[in-house]
DNA sequence: AACTCGGGGCC
DNA sequence: GGCCCAGAGTT
């Protein structure tokens, strides 16, 4: 490990550091590093950066955030995905509301969804704690320059990159190199054709030298991929409310919707089974198709639309009538299932 | 150790 | 198209 020092990064990472409405100086307060570490878990900080000030907004302490329902977090949390995430950040607000703020990683890491990196992201940036947050840039860092022959999340890569961070850190002890090394990973040392011309430890990379950096770390093992056919029914009634369900069961599990039909068969039959469902008694018709990708699945979404019930304002058991503007727990497949059904009311097709 | 969980950005 | 992202929880 050798020659890699962290006064060339640090230098670096004075030059480029990007703005982020959660990079105050520190320490940081830690409801501000909480929420950004969660929402940054998985899911790139330029996606971020557009939810987070929304959230804070909405939830701008951890005790009003304690204190709304489960529901009220979840839709704050629309278009950000994993929503499993906000779950657990709105238990964590509650045991923190209640029992106050533990300072150090290995009594932060028992909360809910706080893991090994999110425990010691809060426990550095807010409390000024240097056990290293090892995520997926500090890792692809430590394997170019190394030349370690693992693939991204291995255990073995994980304690490798611990070990250099802890070694950098010792030399200057302070959060920023932790900022400055996901930084670098995430805007020079990138997953694909890495900026080896403005690395600052280009002259010490292994695998810069060796003349292939992307080649490290090696490639995750291929995922099987499913491409399932959706059927999505679309009903709005006189006042503007769009008939919707909550889902039972992942993914998208307790989301609000349109009735969603996710098994098989002919989709028109799959459209009639969601009308009659929803206790309807007008044939659904084909308004359209989307695309929509959630892990390893490309789905088709195939969009019907029915008419109202006429007069009643019914609710069918699970189901609900609500404005497009309702704070519902929903996803961003919710926003292209009503494009696409006011795209093909204007082009004048039937209702 | 292997799976699952969203969604968008980038080639 | 395919790959990956400031990961964590469950089996």
Redesign the pocket.
């Known amino acids: 490990m050798s020659s890699v020092e962290a006064g060339p990064l640090l230098a670096w990472f004075s030059q480029h550091r990007?703005r982020?409405p959660?990079?105050t100086p520190f320490p940081r307060d830690p409801y501000l590093v909480l929420v950004?570490?969660?929402m940054?878990?998985?899911?790139?900080?330029?996606?971020?950066a557009v939810l987070f000030p929304r959230f804070l907004e909405r939830f701008p302490t951890l005790d009003l955030l304690a204190a709304a329902s489960e529901d009220e977090v979840v839709a704050a949390f629309?278009?950000?995905?994993?929503?499993?995430?906000a779950r657990?950040l709105h238990r964590l607000a509650r045991e923190v509301a209640a029992r106050g703020w533990p300072r150090s990683s290995s009594e932060l890491?028992r909360?809910?969804?706080?893991?090994?990196?999110?425990?010691a992201?809060v426990a550095a940036f807010a409390f000024g704690e240097l056990t290293p947050?090892v995520?997926?840039?500090l890792?692809?860092i430590t394997a170019r320059l190394f030349a370690v022959n693992s693939v991204?999340?291995s255990?073995t890569l994980s304690a490798q990159a611990h070990a250099f961070a802890r070694k950098l850190v010792a030399t200057h002890p302070t959060p920023e190199i932790f900022?400055a090394l996901?930084?670098l990973?995430?805007t020079v040392c990138?997953?694909?054709?890495p900026q080896c011309a403005i690395c600052p430890w280009a002259t010490h990379c292994a695998a810069f030298r060796g003349g292939k950096p992307s080649a490290f770390?090696l490639?995750?093992?291929?995922?099987?991929?499913e491409?399932p056919t959706w059927v999505a029914l679309w009903v709005e009634n006189a006042a503007g409310e769009v008939l919707l369900r909550q889902l039972t069961?992942?993914?998208?599990?307790g989301?609000w919707l349109p009735p969603l039909h996710r098994g098989d068969g002919d989709p028109q039959y799959r459209a009639a089974i969601l009308a009659q469902e929803a206790g309807l008694v007008a044939n659904p018709s084909l308004v359209g198709s989307l695309r929509?990708?959630?892990?390893?699945?490309?789905i088709t979404v195939l969009l019907f639309r029915a008419a109202p019930p006429l007069g009643v304002r019914e609710e069918a058991n699970g189901f609900r009538w609500a404005s497009p503007s309702a704070l519902l727990p929903?996803?961003?497949?919710a926003?292209?299932l009503a494009r696409l059904a006011h795209r093909s009311r204007a082009k004048g097709e039937a209702p």
């Open positions: 990007r982020f959660w990079r950004a570490e969660v940054l878990q998985q899911t790139q900080a330029s996606r971020v629309a278009g950000l995905g994993y929503y499993r995430r657990l890491v909360l809910p969804g706080m893991g090994p990196y999110t425990a992201a947050p995520d997926g840039n890792c692809r991204l999340r255990p900022e996901m930084e990973g995430a990138t997953p694909q054709q770390p490639p995750q093992p291929a995922r099987t991929k491409t069961e992942p993914p998208l599990l989301l929509h990708h959630i892990t390893h699945r490309r929903t996803s961003s497949l926003e292209k």
